[in-house]
């Protein structure tokens, strides 16, 4: 009789509940990712999550800790709050580019010139997903939306925003990368950022936000297969994937 | 709520109301301040800065009353005792806030310092902001409790009961004070009040630890865990409503004619009493101090004992006029006295108004009557 062996289990951190997303989406890939992370670190008993508007809404049922859900765009208000309550907890916000680029913009800019001990999921797709593919402030420019069909104008919409650079700029003591789930490769890539993410808030050394490319096959109206080649293709150019601040550096006088 | 004892000579100390409110805060055990800078609560916003760390506490500013209030709903959710303060304003920001507080059944106490209006306004006082308050300030079928205190020293007490009935019925009470009540010098005596400090509220997220995990929601799953949610909170209004109406009721026995008055316009009225009185005139004055639930109990003992006019003076164009005409429920007379943000009621002006009131005839019937200001 030949030996077993479970090469590959859900995380513990993770619940029963199948996902409720779309074929395709990234969200299932990305709450792995953060679960994984939770077990490795073995944080998940001390640790909380918050939620964000979107389709991500849901995710309390997924992640098997403490959830809270906070408002469209104030998980970085909610997490500073918890955060300075129970020191002791690790806390995550885990929002969509709709969330915290448009409405959220105040919170996760202060959050982040804090230097927040909170860790941050930023979910990037590029469109607002739950309320049917409106154009996001993440959306590239020409790409048609059901708010603009016939594609993102500058002249009335202004240009994408990099949110990991720019944040980057005011947070001296934080980690912040871009990274993508596109392939596999990028996929280990992107649990590697998750943990660092994790990892200066626990070591109390800062601000993590990981953000991550993601594709949404329904409202960009292509198959999976195609998302993830339009992912290297046209996404990655305009957002490009790196390690924009890491760890703790001298503040200015 | 655990108490620890705490006995000394009792002493007065002088102090702005705004200032009263954040010593009521720091006794009842606030661990947790988080604001943003307007006229005319800043005075509380500096006390709380100034005195809350040195008494174990975390003062925060925020970037805003949007970011403040949801920081208050993440300090909450980890189950600390936590306010907020603001002005019209900004208390406008914060209705997304009050209404999910409400939803996630989480306590919290929010101050509103107001300011005249309406849009940004000006910083003189006004009570414009009574319906904005006692209709909750957000969306969604939910409440809040509101008290009006009228003086440094109600201020100080009210806002201490408030942490406790916030947590009891898990829900943000809102205090409503104004710009007179922030500014005005009042000896506080603080002793009447025994040092709180807050316990670990059993249904806090602080990392699940041991036991089952908790999730603090603001959006049910299913229509039927919508319906459950609206009927436990319908309940949990019904028993608040009914429990906690308060007021006071000064020379309304033997009275026909009864001013209704709440916080500082009730201050400024008492003066314009204090003369009727003197000269024998069977007036009462009725001041609703929870705001909401509004005391119609109260009212309608009046109305029972023989009460058939009711005088509303307030500093705003007619909003608590609305509660005194549904609590009066067509058994009085109702004239109002109001102004809107910009002037400030002078004792004399009161008195005016009520002695054309009473020396002209009653109006017999079920009539409600309102004279324009």
Redesign the interface.
């Known amino acids: 009789m030949t030996q077993m062996r479970i090469a590959a289990a859900r995380p513990k951190a993770m619940t029963e509940i199948p996902f409720p997303y779309c074929p395709g989406c990234s969200h299932g890939t990305i709450h792995r990712l953060v679960a994984e992370a939770m077990d490795e670190m073995g944080i998940t008993?001390?640790?909380?999550g918050?939620t964000s508007a979107g389709c991500s809404?849901?995710n309390?049922?997924q992640f098997?800790?403490?959830?809270?859900?906070?408002?469209h765009g104030?998980g970085p208000?909610?997490?500073?709050?918890?955060?300075?309550?129970?020191p002791?907890?690790?806390v995550f916000t885990y929002q969509g580019d709709g969330d915290m680029t448009a409405i959220g913009t105040?919170?996760i800019?202060?959050a982040a010139s804090r230097c927040e001990r909170i860790t941050v999921i930023y979910v990037n797709n590029g469109v607002f997903g739950a309320t049917g593919g409106q154009q996001a402030p993440t959306t590239l420019i020409g790409q048609a939306t059901t708010s603009y069909p016939r594609g993102r104008d500058p002249r009335t919409s202004g240009y994408p925003i990099r949110m990991a650079e720019m944040l980057a700029m005011i947070s001296p003591e934080s980690y912040i990368a871009r990274v993508s789930v596109h392939d596999v490769k990028h996929i280990l890539k992107a649990k590697k950022a998750i943990l660092e993410a994790f990892r200066i808030q626990i070591e109390d050394r800062g601000f993590g936000l990981a953000e991550i490319l993601a594709a949404c096959p329904t409202n960009w109206r292509m198959s999976p297969v195609e998302c993830m080649e339009k992912i290297p293709a046209d996404i990655i150019p305009y957002y490009p994937l790196g390690v924009f601040s890491r760890g703790k550096e001298e503040r200015a006088a | 709520m655990s108490e620890i004892n705490f006995s000394k000579l009792s002493e007065k100390t002088l102090m702005r109301g705004n200032e009263a409110i954040g010593a009521g805060a720091i006794r009842a055990g606030c661990?947790?301040f988080?604001g943003y800078p307007i006229t005319p609560q800043n005075e509380l916003f500096e006390y709380m800065a100034q005195h809350l760390p040195q008494a174990g506490g975390?003062f925060?500013q925020?970037?805003?009353e949007?970011?403040?209030i949801?920081?208050?709903?993440?300090?909450?959710?980890?189950?600390?005792r936590?306010m907020t303060s603001s002005s019209g304003p900004g208390f406008t920001l914060m209705g997304?806030?009050l209404t999910?507080l409400a939803t996630?059944r989480l306590p919290a106490v929010v101050v509103c310092v107001s300011r005249a209006g309406p849009g940004l306004g000006r910083i003189s006082s006004s009570q414009a902001d009574y319906r904005l308050a006692t209709r909750g300030g957000g969306h969604g079928d939910y409440q809040c409790l509101v008290l009006g205190p009228a003086s440094a020293q109600e201020l100080y007490e009210l806002t201490y009961d408030a942490f406790a009935l916030a947590e009891a019925y898990r829900n943000p009470v809102i205090i409503l004070s104004d710009a007179i009540l922030g500014q005005m010098m009042e000896p506080v005596d603080t002793d009447v009040r025994r040092r709180m400090v807050a316990t670990k509220a059993e249904w806090a997220?602080?990392?699940?630890?041991?036991g089952p995990?908790?999730?603090?929601?603001?959006?049910p799953?299913t229509d039927e865990e919508l319906v459950a949610w609206n009927r436990e909170l319908k309940e949990k209004y019904g028993r608040m409503n009914a429990a906690e109406q308060r007021y006071e009721a000064l020379g309304t026995e033997g009275s026909h004619t009864v001013v209704v008055a709440f916080g500082s316009t009730a201050r400024i009225a008492l003066d314009a009493m204090h003369t009727l009185w003197s000269r024998g005139a069977a007036v009462g004055l009725f001041r609703p101090i929870s705001l909401a639930p509004f005391p119609e109990e109260g009212l309608r003992q009046l109305l029972d004992g023989g009460v058939r006019r009711l005088l509303v003076v307030e500093a705003n164009n007619g909003q608590m006029l609305d509660d005194v005409r549904l609590a009066a429920c067509g058994r009085a007379e109702i004239h109002h006295f109001g102004t809107g943000g910009g002037h400030i009621f002078s004792p004399d002006e009161i008195y005016q108004e009520i002695r054309a009131l009473t020396e002209a005839k009653p109006v017999r019937g079920r009539q409600i009557r309102e004279e324009p200001q």
Do not use: P, Y
């Not at chain 1, 997490?79 to 300075?84: D, F, N, P």
């Open positions: 008993r001390r640790a909380v918050i809404v849901r309390w049922r098997d800790c403490d959830m809270v859900m906070a408002l104030r208000a909610v997490a500073t709050g918890l955060k300075r309550a129970c002791e907890t690790a105040g919170e800019v202060h | 661990q947790f988080f975390t925060l925020s970037e805003s949007l970011s403040g949801n920081m208050v709903f993440g300090a909450a959710a980890g189950g600390s936590c997304e806030g999910t996630a997220v602080r990392g699940m630890g041991e995990r908790r999730v603090i929601k603001v959006a799953h």
